[in-house]
């Protein structure tokens, strides 16, 4: 019997030493004097996503961090641009893009992303705050700040804003162009008592028009907006609304929403995004499915990006997670390849600990 114990007792001591290995393994996190997260610290906090195509996509976040894919995500490279938040991002083809954020970040890349060149302020204040792109060609282009609408048409040489000139107390908070001359900008002028809170572009920014139905009173709780064309758009933030008559009348689809933003394909397939939902309509926002994965990361979502009915990203933040004295805020990047049936998740933590003021340079 002896010859059989040692044989069990090795056995043993093989499988302590197996699972004690792996239990370890970086692809866990283990506790506060454990291995740390195996993501490299890439993406703090993101706040958007595009994709050009099928494989090539950006997801922009706070501290100027910025991450680029070229095979769909399934991997990804980092890159820090700027300090600030960077809020946007667009490429014209896989070479040419811009790039916008906060306290005057604009730039311009011809390489993909491989380096960017920060635009000198010509016709914008020097720190405002950009949160929205729009480039039509490598001429023309708009770009949304809290002052209005800039629009450039010497591929960023120089910029103009004709939004309210002659009103200091006013706000842009989102906009949402058809084509290269019609446009609609979702803010306000404080200093009227029931202020419209959309204007209408037909000739590329150089005049804007109120939109007469569109007051805060009708578009309470709306920060953000979506047209397809002309005449039909969305409005949302704590409620879905939508119009059909270039916003002089609304009809609320939805009563109680979180919406950070929509993305809508054509006049009837589009999806909507906010705090923990993935919400989705097949018929023009009649109805809204809940097309969310059941997965307790997700707590803050902030982009979506669809490049056809089938293949789409949305992006956001996880949960924050302390290991001893290491402070992770989590990036989720969510893909699906079956227009939202399903979804696959990956996570990214970044490594905050020793940033000082942190919660002030995630805030967007």
């Known amino acids: 019997m002896q010859p059989r114990r040692s044989v069990l007792l090795a056995i043993c001591i093989i499988l302590f030493i197996y699972f004690e290995i792996h239990s370890c393994s970086k692809d866990e996190i283990t506790g506060p004097d454990g291995p740390q997260p195996p993501v490299e610290s890439i993406i703090l906090s993101a706040t958007d996503i595009y994709f050009h195509d099928a494989e090539f996509g ?4 706070c501290l100027g961090t910025l991450m680029t894919t070229g095979d769909g995500g399934k991997t990804w490279n980092g890159a820090v641009v700027d300090q600030s938040v960077l ?14 954020g906060k306290h005057g970040v604009l730039y311009a890349t011809v390489d993909g992303g491989a380096a960017w060149t920060k635009a000198i302020p010509a016709g914008y204040p020097s720190e405002e705050d950009f949160s929205k792109l729009y480039f039509v060609s490598d001429a023309l282009g708009y770009v949304l700040g809290y002052h209005g609408i800039y629009k450039t048409e010497n591929g960023g040489a120089s910029w103009q804003n004709n939004w309210l000139p002659d009103v200091p107390y006013r706000g842009a908070w989102d906009m949402s162009f058809i084509d290269d001359r019609t446009g609609y900008l979702l803010g306000s002028r404080y200093t009227d ?6 204007y209408r572009t037909t000739d590329g920014a150089a005049t804007w028009s109120e939109v ?24 949302g933030g704590g409620v879905i609304m939508k119009t059909t008559d270039g916003g002089e009348t609304w009809q609320t689809q939805v009563n109680a929403a979180t919406v950070r933003e929509f993305q809508f394909l054509d006049g009837r397939c589009g999806f909507a995004v906010g705090g923990k939902t993935i919400l989705q309509t097949k018929d023009g926002g009649d109805t809204w499915k809940n097309v969310t994965p059941d997965d307790e990361r997700i707590t803050d979502l902030r982009g979506v990006y669809f490049v056809d009915a089938n293949n789409g990203w949305v992006v956001g933040r996880g949960k924050d997670e302390r290991l001893g004295e290491k402070l992770y805020k989590h990036t989720i990047v969510l893909r699906t390849s079956d227009g939202g049936e399903t979804w696959q998740i990956s996570d990214f933590p970044y490594d905050c600990t020793g940033i000082q003021n942190v919660e002030e340079a995630v805030r967007s």
């Open 58 to 61: 950006s997801v922009t976040g």
């Open 87 to 100: 809020s946007d991002i667009q490429f014209l083809d896989m070479s040419k893009g811009w790039l916008v």
């Open 193 to 198: 008592a029931d202020p419209s809170t959309l």
């Open 212 to 235: 007469q139905g569109a007051r805060a009173s009708v578009l309470r709780t709306v920060l953000t907006i979506y047209f397809v064309d002309a005449m039909t758009g969305w409005a």
